[in-house]
């Protein structure tokens, strides 16, 4: 966290440059009274992110967890393994930005009726086949619905208790976009009364996660990754060269991507 005490520590400090898009943990009112230039990063998750949408995903739905866990036993027992197909069914993608954009059009790859929700309409993925809706809609036709929001006082808390139950009972939920738009808690009580399938997250509410989300009796139904939708090879070193880039530019008197 870079707050003013940070700030008032480092007298003189000129610029800061965040190896992230967002930029929460930084006193923007405090550096600008300061005279301190902030820059970010950005773009760099827009095709990890989508991946690893898909990789969670793909592992929750077709028990590549047990199945691993099972063969290293000795157990080749396949019983209790059925996968669920994405090919033919409905994804729903909430949020259809650069990163939700994108996984439209992976899960229209995978041969699925894709329908989206987001307050602005992108006309290309339209013309690829993606139907907009209103959320409700998209909620409970979809067998999987992928969470691609950004964390706005709108969407803080949206996916909640009522929307969780309009879904199906054998749908998969997957949120990559931001911890708090899906209520943990309504999430716990929908795994464990079975309002849903299952679910795997790469965010959180709060960073490192704790309490019910971690319990021992969600294994089955939950799968887990430490925020890391972003890490990949390619993904770290677009973050490397645009921290380079921001360095650069500030010392040449012409900063870039300033928030």
């Known amino acids: 966290k870079l707050d003013s005490a940070v700030f008032d520590s480092a007298p003189g400090l000129k610029f800061v440059c965040t190896r992230s ?3 929460d943990h930084i006193d923007l009112a405090a550096a600008a009274e300061r005279g301190i230039t902030v820059s970010n990063v950005v773009g760099y998750g827009t095709l990890p992110v989508p991946e690893h949408t898909f990789a969670l995903l793909l592992a929750l739905v077709r028990k590549v967890r047990e199945g691993d866990r099972r063969v290293r036993a000795g157990d080749f027992d396949y019983h209790g393994l059925m996968g669920v197909q994405i090919h033919g069914k409905t994804f729903g993608v909430l949020g259809t930005g650069a990163i939700g954009g994108r996984v ?3 899960a229209l790859a995978f041969g699925a009726r894709v329908l989206a929700y987001d307050v602005v309409v992108n006309a290309s993925l339209v013309s690829k086949g993606v ?8 909620l409970s036709e979809s067998d999987f619905v992928s969470v691609n929001l950004p964390l706005l006082p709108s969407t803080r808390g949206l ?3 009522g929307q969780l139950r309009s879904m199906k009972r054998t ?5 990559t976009g931001r911890g ?3 209520d943990e808690r ?16 790469d965010v959180f509410e709060a960073e490192p996660p704790s309490g019910e989300i971690l319990s021992p009796d969600l294994e089955g139904s939950l799968l887990l990754s430490p925020h890391v939708g972003w890490y990949t090879d390619a993904g770290f070193a677009e973050i490397m060269r645009q921290t380079a880039e921001n360095i650069k530019a500030f010392a040449e008197g012409k ?3 300033v928030v």
């Open 21 to 23: 898009t967002g930029y």
């Open 104 to 106: 439209a059009e992976l």
């Open 131 to 138: 139907v907009y809706a209103p959320l409700p809609q998209v």
């Open 159 to 161: 996916i909640g208790e």
């Open 171 to 175: 749908a998969y939920l997957v949120n």
């Open 180 to 182: 708090g738009v899906v």
């Open 186 to 201: 309504a999430l716990v009580r929908a795994l464990r009364e079975g309002w849903i399938a299952g679910a795997a997250l």
């Open 255 to 257: 900063p870039v991507r």
